[in-house]
């Protein structure tokens, strides 16, 4: 349970495989979700790691995601990424709070490098979280 | 001889000679018979045939006519002035010689066939003309009834349409030149999504090719892993090579086809290519196509440009539909020896005032649209020999159809 975890959500079967063969070979523990809302449903706020996250996805996109999860004071780490990545977009990610920004094809090293980093920053804010008393993490929604 | 009512008359003498038993000649015995109504029938006849000569050769066509036998009876003068022969080389098959050895085993496959079946043809032909220059025929043939209404043989005339064609040749060109231009300006406006299709792919044979390095340098991969890896890379890299297909076959530079053609199969494959465009779209796309469809003829490509065309047409308009009820319907059907496709969505609809504007050039109703696509549509069905138009559903949404005839398998103007 308090195995930092890679979630990663994107609509396609062969992304989320792919990038969990990839985390798997660094033995990093990932779980794939095809969708914002199976992963919001799914999703334990007080399990540790970080959020790989596709923008473009019907239903819920990244970024409804990433408000969502902003609204419900779950502040994982999120690396996002996508395929047709321009500043705008870009700017977007990082105002909505965003760990890292990679465009598809994904650069692995790049990705490799961000994800550890991504898993430190957690770590370390739950630590800070647990030292507040009632901290926002208390708070289920 | 004139008559006691003073009528002339046409007499016809019979006469026999009269012998003695000796043999010699008494006298001669004959009767006078009047023939007057027989003789002018001839006359009439004879008559008949020279207005009729008189008559065709006036006429700008060339005329020529057939018997029972197949072989051809009849020049007019317009055809030898044509071709600079006598009517003794043009009689029977001699005409066959002028005809374009390219196209003269299909020239008497469709007039022999029709003259068995007893139906009119119509067929173009290069006939070469006196001087020599071969010249692009229009020829129509007709059973003719004899004077019993009894079948008599062909009867036929012919139209120069050198000129006709090659103005014809020009739009033709024209029209493909357009058509390909919007589909790369289509697909130029599709490359997002395209991009995007073409990421997913690339994208996992780079994470399984990554992971599977960092394994072999930690040490030996075993065979079974191995496999399964590779078998993945293997499909995505399959993958991406279908949409590189899919999108080159769309963009090729080509002439347009004309054969038959699978219309279902044709739906079934653009559903699939603007899938992508569907599902970001959050439009749930429904293919109602009718089994049995007999085939169409024309181009497949052109085909699936005005589907795309017409998919994504659909799709816009339903960008301020409320999610939950965005529906684009496709459905396939025979009306009256044409297939008929129907693209239905539930969008904003269509006004009276644009129903009647829509298919024109540089007509839009979008901000960053060129008012082409639909135009291209129209030409396309129109040069396949269908219609297409717009139709208001009454639930508010649009409805594109369009016809294309069924192909058929007995002769076709070429």
Redesign the interface.
């Known amino acids: 349970m308090n195995e930092p975890t890679v979630f990663i959500v994107d609509d396609d079967a062969s992304i989320r495989d792919s990038l969990r063969w990839l985390l798997d070979s660094v033995q990093v523990n990932s779980e794939g979700f095809a969708s914002a809302f199976e992963f919001l449903e799914a999703y334990d706020p007080l399990r540790p790691g970080c959020l790989v996250l596709d923008i473009r996805m019907p239903g819920m996109s990244g970024f409804e995601l990433q408000a969502e999860l902003e609204k419900r004071k779950i502040t994982i780490p999120i690396i996002i990424m996508t395929g047709h990545g321009d500043i705008p977009m870009c700017v977007r990610a990082f105002d909505g709070g965003a760990f890292a920004f990679v465009e598809k094809p994904v650069n692995q090293q790049a990705l490799l490098g961000y994800i550890p980093k991504a898993i430190a920053r957690d770590a370390e804010d739950r630590r800070r979280d647990a030292m507040v008393w009632r901290s926002p993490r208390d708070v289920r929604s | 001889m004139r008559t006691a009512e003073g009528r002339n008359i046409w007499l016809r003498d019979i006469v026999r000679v009269v012998k003695d038993e000796l043999g010699r000649v008494t006298h001669l015995r004959g009767v006078f018979v009047d023939v007057t109504a027989q003789k002018q029938a001839e006359l009439a006849l004879r008559q008949s045939e020279e207005h009729f000569r008189q008559l065709v050769d006036s006429l700008p066509e060339m005329v020529w006519m057939s018997g029972l036998d197949k072989q051809c009876t009849f020049f007019s003068k317009q055809w030898l002035d044509f071709t600079g022969r006598t009517m003794e080389q043009e009689l029977g098959d001699g005409w066959a010689e002028g005809v374009h050895s390219d196209d003269l085993e299909r020239c008497l496959h469709v007039y022999t066939s029709s003259f068995d079946a007893r139906a009119a043809f119509s067929m173009e032909f290069r006939l070469r003309r006196s001087d020599g220059e071969f010249r692009w025929i229009d020829d129509t043939g007709i059973p003719w009834l004899g004077a019993d209404g009894e079948f008599a043989g062909y009867l036929g005339s012919c139209v120069d349409v050198t000129e006709r064609r090659l103005v014809e040749e020009q739009v033709r060109k024209q029209r493909q030149e357009l058509a390909f231009v919007a589909r790369v300006t289509t697909m130029g406006e599709m490359t ?1 999504s395209l ?2 299709e073409l ?10 090719g ?3 390095k ?2 072999a340098k ?1 040490g030996p991969v075993d065979s079974e892993t191995l496999i399964d ?1 590779m078998s ?1 890379v293997g ?2 890299a399959e ?1 991406a090579g279908e949409i590189i297909h899919r999108l080159r076959k769309l963009i090729r530079k080509r002439e347009a086809s004309s054969e038959p053609i699978d219309v279902n199969e044709q739906i079934q494959e653009v559903a699939q290519f603007t899938e992508r465009d569907a ?2 779209a ?1 439009t749930e796309v429904d293919l109602n196509l009718s089994l049995g469809l007999p085939k169409a003829t024309g181009d497949s490509i052109e085909l699936q440009q005005v589907l795309v065309n017409l998919i994504r047409n659909g799709i816009e308009a339903m960008s301020t539909t409320d999610p939950k009820q965005r529906k684009l319907r496709i459905d396939s059907q025979v009306v009256s020896n044409e297939v008929c496709v129907t693209v239905s969505d539930v969008g904003t609809g269509i006004s009276a005032d644009e129903l009647q504007r829509l298919f024109d050039a540089f007509y839009t109703t979008k901000e960053d649209g060129l008012g082409m696509g639909l135009a291209i549509s129209r030409s396309i069905i129109e040069s396949h020999g269908g219609r297409i138009w717009a139709t208001s559903t009454e639930q508010g949404g649009a409805q594109f159809h369009f016809t294309l005839p069924v192909a058929r398998g007995v002769y076709s103007r070429e």
């Open positions: 997002a991009a995007h990421n997913q792919p690339l994208s996992a044979i780079a994470s399984y990554e992971g599977l960092i394994r930690a890896v993945k499909a995505s993958r599902y970001h959050e």
